[in-house]
């Protein structure tokens, strides 16, 4: 007898691929559980440091959802499965050979699974393919019947959150190096630094022990709200949040982090049509010195002093990088308009700050992520990238008024090439 | 040149990759068995003598062929040349050819360096290959116990390699009742393949094939690690151009056999399915070459007996129910 009837239609299909390949990211099986009115697949990963679970609209992602309460279920079906069965039983099936080709191709027009259990009746999960052209597959597959294990988020405690466009968070995310494990989240003033690093070393042999250590700072402008506390040093495996947004950049819409406190979960959390997805995952880290200082913005441009400025204009990057949803010509506005050096900041040699920055200017065209050149001081980058600990300390932090000397307005003389030249 | 001495088969092609195209269907044993004869040649694939895939090249394949058999003693049918040679190794051979012409190229391009900067992705109007005058493979058979000799010309390099030939083994072809056939389906060589690439993922050893007269029509089912998985032809009758039935048919093979034959079900455009009485599975496979001309793939297979003990019986239950 069904339990559970459902159709899914072509992009529902899609849709459930894209859920379970970031699923199969974070462990083997899918739990999946259902009810009534609710469709949920969800797992944690085999060291219970991360949760997915994607629910599912019934009303609006399927295309007919029937729930069949009998024996032991009456309240609710639950049961996990080998995901790797599941992905590839709806894969694409539009090889690149007869891509092109419709008439070669295997389109599937809809699939209708059926969750069969109960006495005297094998447990299976079948599903039933059929494609466009006439073909029909039936899949059969086996499923143990075990209990979900949900994690439990306090958002009382989530005293800080962020939401920022999962399309420019996979942009940042983009930039991480394959080598990393961790990747760690502090807000400075008005930028929020997300920096990829990894503990273990590469190999004895070899002159740079521990790979690339990249750091991008973020105006907190990117983000569409923020509320934070100052040098608050949360550091999640960075493997877990490309998983996330990879599936959230297909999605297409804002993604949400909720945390508190170093060594307690943090929730990622993002919503599509007929699916929300919700993550929680371990942290670690470190709090800053002062938990009463906040970085905060409500919305996109309001509440801030300067906000007569449009977002883009400012001088934005200081230190390393720029935000990578900036188009160079943004960027090369903000090279004219770079201030001179503050002289309290950079006392010593200003001469060699000044050739790079030119140097910089001059291949802005190949480099469009590191835009401003403006390297700090030798024995502070080196100390970065080889000490730990008091490196991911932000700075700069003592001279906010450097920092109002770089909030410069766009200067609106024509030619920003001439402007550069005369700027230095 | 021996001019006196006529070698007993000699064949030239100016573009060989049909017959690398087609041989590599059935490159899943070590030998193959050649047979040559008035009409082409036949090469023939054999495994444990449960599957068997035969490539006929048919004489207008080639630009010129000539055979010169010793007339048997008794006048009518010659002995045709038969000997095996390492299958491998003759489609490594054939991929040679071609080869020249792109070294030759990158020669030009070190030599041109505007060549090589700037118009190397396009396609050169003065290749051979555009040409049309692609050089020439030539078959060479002298006579019996000769090597294999197949000689490759193009752009003034001739690479010849010669094949060590083996005493033929003479293997039966699987015994096949064209007059009694069960059933005989005609299909899109392509929808084969989808069925088949859609049961692999289930990992499967055994492969059933099973007609009726009624609806499904046609299902290819198995069970395997992960789960079972079949495909039919319910709602699809129209795939099927040809169907003709005469009892329900249900065989199993296994499956790594079948898929052996994947790689003719990809290039050919038609297949034929034939079941006869005895469970002996014909594929055949009709694959339309450059030119407009078509060849012939044809694979038999032997199924699994059918004794079913206890296990077995499960898994067939679940396939049918």
Request: aromatic share 10%.
């Amino acid at each position: 007898m069904a339990i559970l009837t459902f159709t899914l239609s072509e992009e529902g299909v899609t849709a459930f691929r894209d859920a379970l390949n970031c699923l199969s990211k974070f462990s083997e099986d899918v739990s999946i559980e259902a009810r009534k009115d609710s469709f949920f697949l969800s797992t944690m990963n085999t060291s219970k440091s991360a949760y997915a679970s994607f629910r599912f609209a019934t009303n609006r992602f399927f295309g007919r959802y029937q729930y069949q309460a009998t024996g032991q279920f009456q309240d609710k079906f639950y049961c996990s499965m080998y995901i790797r069965g599941l992905i590839s039983l709806f894969r694409s099936r539009s090889g690149v050979e007869s891509r092109g080709d419709v008439d070669k191709q295997t389109i599937i027009d809809r699939c209708d699974i059926a969750i069969e259990d109960g006495e005297g009746v094998k447990s299976r999960f079948i599903a039933r393919i059929i494609f466009r052209n006439g073909l029909t597959a039936t899949h059969r597959l086996p499923f143990e019947v075990s209990m979900p294990v949900h994690a439990k988020f306090n958002r009382q405690e989530a005293l800080y959150h962020w939401s920022i466009s999962s399309r420019t968070l996979k942009q940042l995310v983009d930039h991480f190096g394959p080598g990393t494990e961790y990747l760690e989240v502090n807000t400075d003033g008005d930028h929020v630094n997300f920096t990829c690093f990894s503990e273990k070393t590469i190999s004895d042999d070899a002159v740079l022990k521990k790979p690339l250590h990249t750091s991008i700072s973020v105006e907190t402008d990117e983000f569409d709200d923020i509320d934070v506390e100052d040098k608050l040093q949360i550091v999640v495996s960075i493997k877990d949040i490309r998983a996330i947004t990879q599936h959230a950049a297909i999605t297409g819409n804002a993604i949400a982090a909720r945390y508190s406190l170093p060594a307690r979960p943090m929730q990622l959390s993002y919503a599509s049509d007929a699916i929300s997805c919700e993550f929680l995952i371990m942290t670690v880290g470190e709090r800053g010195g002062n938990p009463a200082q906040r970085t905060k913005k409500a919305r996109k441009g309001a509440s801030s002093s300067n906000n007569h400025i449009p977002p883009h204009l400012e001088a934005t990057s200081r230190r390393t990088s720029a935000a990578p949803s900036q188009t160079s010509a943004e960027i090369q506005r903000q090279q004219s308009e770079m201030p001179p050096p503050a002289s309290s900041r950079q006392p010593s040699n200003p001469t060699p700050r000044l050739s790079a920055a030119k140097a910089s200017a001059s291949r802005i065209g190949a480099f469009d992520f590191r835009p401003s050149q403006r390297p700090p001081p030798p024995t502070l980058r080196s100390e970065s990238l080889f000490v730990d600990d008091e490196a991911w300390e932000p700075v700069r932090d003592e001279d906010e008024d450097g920092d109002e000397n770089a909030r410069l307005e766009w200067d609106h003389s024509a030619d920003p090439v001439s402007d550069l030249v005369n700027c230095w | 040149m021996a001019t006196e001495v006529k070698p007993l088969f000699r064949a030239v092609s100016t573009s060989p990759r049909p017959l690398y195209q087609l041989l590599r269907c059935i490159d899943f044993a070590q030998r193959v068995h050649v047979q040559i004869t008035e009409d082409g040649i036949r090469f023939a694939a054999d495994n444990s003598r449960v599957m068997q895939g035969v490539a006929f090249l048919d004489k207008a394949l080639f630009s010129a062929y000539t055979v010169n058999f010793p007339p048997s003693e008794d006048g009518e049918t010659p002995d045709y040349p038969n000997f095996q040679i390492p299958l491998s190794t003759f489609l490594e051979v054939l991929q040679i050819f071609g080869s020249v012409d792109v070294a030759a190229r990158a020669q030009k391009a070190d030599q041109d360096p505007y060549r090589s900067n700037i118009r190397n992705y396009r396609p050169n109007a003065f290749s051979n290959h555009t040409l049309g005058i692609a050089g020439t493979c030539t078959l060479l058979y002298a006579e019996e116990g000769d090597p294999f000799k197949i000689i490759l010309e193009e752009s003034g390099t001739k690479t010849t390699a010669g094949l060590t030939t083996y005493l033929p083994e003479m293997p039966e072809d699987i015994p096949f009742d064209r007059n009694d056939l069960t059933f005989k389906i005609i299909m899109s060589s392509r929808t084969l393949f989808d069925c088949i690439a859609e049961i692999i993922p289930a990992g499967p050893v055994k492969l059933t094939i099973t007609a009726t007269k009624t609806s499904p029509f046609l299902t290819l089912s198995c069970a395997g690690d992960i789960g079972s998985s079949s495909v039919d032809f319910a709602r699809g009758k129209d795939l099927l151009e040809t169907f003709s039935i005469n009892d329900r048919w249900s065989q199993a093979y296994k499956f790594d056999f079948i898929r052996h034959a994947s790689e003719a079900m990809r290039i050919a455009s038609k297949v034929s399915l034939r079941g006869d009485s005895q469970g002996v599975l014909s594929l055949q496979f009709m694959v339309d070459v450059e030119g407009g001309k078509r060849s012939f793939l044809d694979f038999r297979f032997v199924p699994f007996a059918t004794h079913d003990d206890g296990d077995e019986d499960d898994v067939e239950a679940e396939e049918y129910d």
